[in-house]
């Protein structure tokens, strides 16, 4: 049976050997290019409070934060919550220091297994942490989160419909190469966070003096 997949990580796709029948869309959870649009909203941003769950798909994700955020680390400070049942976790987003942000990235299981809806944990977390909260997926917006640099899934999902349409007309999943994260998207965001770059600075207080 074809599986046509949409928006699973870029480097876990990148990273194995796909049987036959499986092809679809990729997407790459860009955390650098979100802790960019995080300090552009707050140029004093010092504190960044990482929330990952502990799920084998959290520790991939946090594994990829991880790779990326590592050379920003003489500009901001990271602090992990692992893995914290969600009273646990909004506590702690509740007491967070001045300059301080949230970067969520996913929570599907607590450090004891319990389950969730990761949408879920960013509505909670949204509403209790004394700091903006960001992450990477459009589907987040609504839940309170401030922003991103976001990956779409409608977009996402078109590129998957047309794979699907491609594969019931007679083409063999494995003659098409899984498709990257529309590259329009990309540079529709690039220009979105540059406006708000010059927004900001626009905003700015002149000097007195």
Known sequence: MPIVFCAADTEYVAGRSLP?????????????RTLEVMQTIDPDLRHVTLV???????????AYAQSELQTHSS?????????????ELTRAVGSLPPGS???????FA????????????????????????????????????????????EEASIVAGSIAARVLTGSAPSTIRPQPWPSHLRRQATRAV???RTTVARRQPRSLF
């Open 110 to 153: 607590d450090m004891y297994g319990t389950p969730y809806v990761p949408r879920a944990v960013a509505a909670a977390v949204s509403e209790a942490a004394s700091a903006p909260v960001y992450g990477t997926w459009d589907t987040l917006i609504g839940s309170g989160i401030t922003g991103g640099w976001l990956a779409t899934m």
């Open 101 to 107: 942000a949230v970067l969520y990235l996913v929570q």
């Open 75 to 87: 500009k901001v400070e990271f602090t992990w919550l692992r893995g914290l049942p969600l009273p």
């Open 52 to 62: 990952v769950g502990a799920g084998s798909m959290d520790r991939a994700w946090e």
């Open 194 to 196: 540059e406006d708000l």
């Open 20 to 32: 036959s029948n499986v092809t679809g869309v990729d997407a790459k959870r860009d955390f650098a």
